[in-house]
């Protein structure tokens, strides 16, 4: 499998219309690759609390559209990072209920929209994405040929359990859009090494260039091998990281070193 993880920079000076134009274009020439992973909120920056509300899309808005055109003309699996999500209320009708949430957009080669993940751990604390957005709620897996991507994002590096959920789903590829600061750039590295070792499993984490609301970035995208080894890991500034992996080896290495299979807590209870 070929997996090109595009590391883009994301800055004021750019509007949101423009750096859209500019990731499907950045899409469009990956064609030859398997899959292709854009980061997290690049349409506004992670940090840019203050134009979560304004730039919010419904689902099948502006960047879905882009991005599903740009998927299909390539012919590649393109998980599209996230985007701000103003939901649709649940009745059918087309009024807004007002809860944004920050949403992945997982597309096939077709163009059609194969998953959508809202982000489970909100970051801020009791500012920011935490309390602007909604949290959701659902583990998302999605099949491709060869493997199963398990989907999280940014600060969901920080809780095991829900990579170990999607393990449990069977997740084989743990593919993850960010937002990282530069300040925490170590434990971005160290976190994305732990979730492949201990769930021997491929971490695609693609993170982003440029500064956020006065926010620099961490950049340095990374492939991890399920025994935690680094397949290739980008600079610090935009770029695309393209790495050529074998998914087989995710099962070669849990029959190799069968760790998994001596789980003990975290079990269902067995049936009575």
């Not at 000076?13 to 030859?32: D, H, I, N, P, Y």
């Not at 090494?193 to 006065?214: D, I, K, M």
């Not at 849990?254 to 049936?271: C, I, M, N």
Request: net charge negative.
């Amino acid at each position: 499998m070929r997996a090109s993880l595009i590391q883009m920079a994301v800055d004021e000076g750019e509007s949101v219309s423009s750096r859209r134009l500019r990731a499907a274009a950045l899409v469009r020439e990956q064609a030859g690759a398997d899959l292709v992973v854009l980061p997290e909120l690049w349409t506004t920056g992670a940090f840019a609390y203050e134009d979560f509300g304004r730039a919010a899309e419904p689902l099948e808005g502006p960047t879905y559209e882009a991005m599903a055109e740009a998927a299909a003309d390539a012919g590649v699996w393109l998980h599209a990072g996230s985007i701000p999500e103003r939901a649709a209320s649940g009745d059918g009708s087309a009024q807004d209920d007002g809860t944004l949430y920050n949403t992945s957009l997982v597309f096939s080669p077709s163009g059609r929209l194969a998953a959508a993940y809202r982000k489970i751990h909100r970051f801020g604390f009791d500012r920011g994405e935490a309390v602007l957005m909604g949290a959701g709620q659902d583990l998302v897996t999605v099949p491709l040929p060869g493997a199963t991507l398990g989907l999280g994002t940014c600060y969901d590096l920080r809780f095991p359990e829900l990579f170990r959920g999607l393990v449990d789903a069977g997740a084989g590829v743990l593919v993850l859009p960010a937002g990282w600061p530069e300040r925490r750039r170590a434990h971005w590295t160290l976190l994305a090494r732990a979730r492949a070792v201990e769930n021997q499993a491929f971490v695609l984490a693609c993170g982003t260039a440029g500064t956020h609301a006065g926010v620099p970035q961490a950049g340095h995208s990374i492939v991890v091998d399920p025994w935690g080894e680094v397949l290739a890991e980008a600079g610090p500034g935009e770029e695309v990281l393209t790495v050529d992996f074998d998914p087989a080896k995710v099962a070669a290495t849990r029959e190799q070193f069968p760790a998994l299979k001596d789980r003990v807590l975290g079990l269902a209870p067995p049936r009575r």
